[in-house]
């Protein structure tokens, strides 16, 4: 991640501090493409268990994850299409900024998300669906 203190260090160096500031751009987008993933898990996650007959535990936490992969996937392949049509015009679409592992780490990312949202987010979100549900029956 991009901070100050980085920025610093590099620019001490003799052309650090524009590689830095180009950096920057891709770090702050590979950050935000973790946000989905971790969005996506929760509604994948609550969907899975209220609508199939998967319980808590390993078999849940792969569906969400792999489901977070499709959605991500998906996504990229809207990319790739839209690079196939506009030929040149999409280069400022897809924002790879000279990164030939942009979609790879676009997925990559949404899978961390995932991981760390279910990690970090399983008991909380357990509790609401229980009362949820408990309030449903009501």
Avoid: N
């Avoid at 501090?17 to 973790?34: T, Y």
């Avoid at 569906?63 to 977070?68: G, K, P």
């Avoid at 000279?98 to 997925?107: A, C, E, P, R, V």
């Avoid at 008991?123 to 669906?129: E, K, M, T």
């Amino acid at each position: 991640m991009w901070s100050l203190a980085r920025y610093v260090e590099a620019s001490r160096s003799p052309g650090g501090a524009a590689r830095r500031v180009r950096r920057a751009p891709k770090d702050a987008a590979r950050l935000g493409h973790s946000a989905p993933g971790s969005v996506q898990a929760i509604g994948a996650g609550w969907s899975v268990l209220r609508r199939t007959p998967v319980t808590r535990g390993k078999w849940l936490f792969f569906i969400v994850t792999c489901i977070c992969l499709a959605i991500s996937a998906c996504y990229e392949f809207i990319e790739w299409g839209t690079a196939v049509v506009g030929g040149s015009s999409a280069d400022a679409f897809l924002g790879t900024q000279g990164d030939i592992w942009d979609t790879q780490w676009d997925m990559f990312t949404a899978l961390w998300g995932a991981i760390i949202s279910q990690l970090l987010l399983a008991r909380v979100h357990d509790r609401q669906l229980a009362a949820l549900i408990g309030h449903e029956g009501a």
